[in-house]
């Protein structure tokens, strides 16, 4: 079972070949905006979601909480210079889109909120399924 901390939401790790990836990540994502907003996350460091599946991880969230989201660092986080996080909707049918992580906190405030919702995100990302800003 994934640690639910009902103030914070899961950041799991899923690719375990690349402690300096991970440790680079988890600086990334620790880093205020320039308005001082930071994602409100719970990392999970545990080789026993290595490889695992994200809709898997967000069915087993979502059915004992109330979880609204889901970030995942998996290989392609892991690997490219951006680290795209995978943000999953633990709600069926579980969509899925990436973000940078210096955008993470408007995504992880505004739908741990209920400020806005997770299509609002999805609908936003560029032609590569990344968030990376609003266009006007």
């Given at each position: 079972m994934i640690p639910i901390d009902g103030e914070r939401?899961?950041?799991?790790?899923?690719?375990?070949?690349?402690?300096?990836?991970?440790?680079s990540v988890i600086d990334a994502v620790s880093?205020?905006?320039?308005?001082?907003f930071l994602a409100n996350l719970n990392p999970v460091n545990d080789h026993r979601y290595d490889?695992?599946?994200p809709v898997e991880l967000a069915k087993e969230?979502?059915?004992?909480?109330?979880?609204?989201?889901?970030?995942?660092?998996?290989?392609?986080?892991?690997?490219?210079?951006?680290?795209p996080l995978l943000c999953v909707d633990p709600?069926?049918?579980?969509?899925?889109?990436?973000?940078?992580?210096?955008?993470?906190?408007?995504?992880?405030?505004?739908?741990?909120l209920a400020n806005?919702?997770?299509?609002?995100?999805?609908s936003a990302v560029d032609a590569d399924g990344v968030f990376r800003e609003f266009k006007d």
């Open positions: 939401t899961p950041l799991v790790r899923t690719d375990f070949s690349d402690d300096h990836a991970w440790e880093k205020p905006s320039v308005h001082g490889n695992a599946d969230a979502d059915s004992s909480t109330d979880l609204t989201l889901l970030i995942v660092a998996d290989s392609r986080t892991m690997s490219e210079p951006q680290m709600i069926p049918p579980g969509g899925q889109f990436r973000c940078i992580p210096a955008e993470l906190w408007g995504v992880e405030n505004n739908v741990s806005m919702d997770f299509g609002e995100f999805a």
